[in-house]
């Protein structure tokens, strides 16, 4: 019998392994899926990525289990999530911050929002609201901003870690405003509010879904929120835009993101699942009641996301510049 060439076998070792790969993404999920949260427990991200995890588990029939890893703004679990297995077990809720602004926040990153993740579909997105202590002597938006200026440096604003979202908005509200602030970083949003609510801090940006309960329960006051429109939960609550920065808007962003080199088979999947969840009225309602953006169908796409990503990168490399923020 004639011998197989070196190079013909090797090529079919490849075929071989490239096949048993397609099979393997073909049957995942088999096991339990980890979605890497970049912040501690309890706040806007945790909560969010738990209430939509939990449907779309129901849909790929395996549980997703939420890994909590703080630090640097998400750039800690970004990293940790670029560097997992290509396996489809583990993704990256990612947003704003850490996939959106740090390129332009850090001189260097542990990995790069575009090159380094496939994007496997996209939340809805959720505005954020300023608020005070209860006992503030601000009862407006104006009269907060007029102390920042009477008290240069002096306003103290919580938020969920340098480079996160409440710290990007407080950041961009502070150049709009023309006042001095502090911000304070913390270890998550969870932890930067229970220190609004007990009076250390004077006030921060927090997203609706976590906001909400403590306004409604007058734990905090609500002064203006991010969004171009104003909030039908927080109808008596003005813009920013509308108040003392014209033309301000943002809203927190985010996605499921899989480390690069993920099988199409298993990203497509988990997109799929998801859309099927977002047809859901009963739950899209759900997350309306919260204040919550819903977005058009082909928004929540992978190949929505990674142009949103890019473009989002992009356009903090300006913002970043103009309001003089950098964590290096």
Known sequence: MKAIPTVVRASMTIAALLAAASVHAQNWPTRPITWIVPFAAGGPTDALARTIADRVSREVGQSIIIENTPGAGGTIG???AARAPADGYTMLVGHMGYMGAAP????????????DFAPVFRFPDTPMVLMVRKDHPAKDVRALVDYGKQNPGKLFISNAGMGSTSHLIAAMFASSAGIKVSLVPYKGAGPALIDVIGGQVDGMFDQTNTALPQITEAKVRPLAVTS??????????????????PGFEAATWYGIYAPKGTAP???????????RVMKDKAFTDRLSAQAIQMLREDQYTASALGKHTEAEVARWKVLAAKANISLD
Do not use: I, W
Request: positive net charge.
């Open 265 to 275: 088979a298993a990203v497509e999947k988990m997109q799929q699942a998801y859309l």
């Open 78 to 80: 970004a990293g940790k």
């Open 228 to 245: 171009v429109r104003r909030v039908a939960q927080l109808k008596d609550v003005p813009t920013l835009a509308e108040t003392v920065a």
């Open 104 to 115: 332009a926040l850090y001189k260097k990153l542990p990995y790069d929002p575009v090159k």
